[in-house]
């Protein structure tokens, strides 16, 4: 929902750093695969309910994930980093969740159900994408990408920011889960309607 908005803001400064790793050679993916690596760390964190380290972790790999895009506009995007960015990207988010129900089974079934949620985002974020390349439809309302970004209620600044709820108030976790899986779910049905208004023809 707000991804549009902060990308004015934190574009500027995250072009600048790209343009710089960019120029030491550093390539997109290479900087994907270390945030990946970086976020997965955060499982084992959570599992331990190290929630400070775990914090520093996602923080890093999201820091990650906005550099990588600097780099590749500043190199020229792939396909091959398009298609890492959004894997490593759904990996990470389950990832985290199931790092916390790690810390506290008594709370798995709450995982369970923002994972569940996470599949209703996510499949429909990129089927959609998929008959849009189809169709040569085209939006940069998110940035250049190499695939086209349906927003929704739910998108990459709310999913920081429920991990960074999760991980500052870890006893309120089946709330957290319980609230932001539902606003998955209206983000899916809003992508559904979406794709009914915009394929239906």
């Given amino acids: 929902m707000f991804d549009a908005a902060l990308r004015r803001v934190i574009d500027p400064p995250l072009n600048a750093a790209g343009r710089r790793l960019a120029g030491a050679g550093v390539s997109a993916n290479a900087v994907t695969v270390a945030g990946f690596a970086i976020g997965l760390a955060a499982v084992p964190a959570l599992a331990f309910q190290r929630y400070d380290i775990a914090l520093a972790l996602i923080l890093a790999n999201r820091l990650a994930d906005g550099l990588d895009g600097a780099v590749a506009r500043a190199t020229g995007p792939s396909d091959l980093g398009g298609y890492l960015d959004i894997v490593l990207d759904f990996i990470f988010y389950s990832a985290v969740v199931f790092g916390v129900a790690l810390g506290r089974p008594e709370e798995a ?16 974020f990129l089927a959609y994408a998929i008959i849009a390349a189809k169709r040569r439809s085209t939006t940069e309302a998110r940035g250049r990408k190499s695939i086209f970004y349906l927003g929704g209620l739910t998108e990459g600044a709310e999913t920081i920011a429920c991990f960074v709820a999760i991980c500052l108030f870890p006893a309120w976790f089946p709330w957290i889960a319980g609230i932001f899986g539902a606003m998955c779910w209206l983000t899916t049905a809003s992508r559904i309607g979406q794709a009914v208004q915009s394929f239906d023809s």
């Fill in 109 to 124: 079934v709450f995982a369970a159900f923002l994972i569940f949620s996470f599949i209703g985002t996510g499949a429909s």
